[in-house]
Nanobody, 124 residues
Framework: QVQLVESGGGSVQAGGSLRLSCTAS????????MGWFRQAPGKEREGVAV???????WYADSVKGRFTIFKDNAKNTLYLQMNSLKPEDTGMYYC??????????????????WGQGTQVTVSS
């Protein structure tokens, strides 16, 4: 079992920045896909960014150039640096993980482990 705990959400004005963190514990595998997903009220969960065990990253078109996903393996922590935030970035942000050694798809159904979520609200 893998436990994921997110933190760092909050309220910010458009153009501002936030950094989300996701700390993992209970891991027994050496290679993981990890990612960030978000869900706005009344909408489906969508992929934001993923990173594979080698550090390769993929981003949703809507966040390219504004968000950066990275990880600190020594701290078992995944991050999402969000800059130039827009009101449409508002939603609950979830950290996800799946044991896998290949390229990671930005697909919620691929991931088996999820955190409880952290709320991000961007006001105009």
């Amino acid at each position: 079992q893998v436990q994921l705990v997110e933190s760092g959400g909050g309220s910010v004005q458009a153009g501002g920045s936030l950094r989300l963190s996701c700390t993992a514990s209970g891991s027994t595998y050496s290679k993981y896909c990890m990612g960030w997903f978000r869900q706005a009220p009344g909408k489906e969960r969508e992929g934001v960014a993923v990173i594979d065990s080698d550090g390769s990253t993929w981003y949703a078109d809507s966040v390219k150039g504004r968000f950066t996903i990275f990880k600190d393996n020594a701290k078992n922590t995944l991050y999402l640096q969000m800059n130039s935030l827009k009101p449409e970035d508002t939603g609950m942000y979830y950290c996800a993980a799946e044991p896998f050694g290949g390229s990671c798809p930005i697909m919620a159904g691929f991931f088996g482990y999820w955190g409880q979520g952290t709320q991000v609200t961007v006001s105009s």
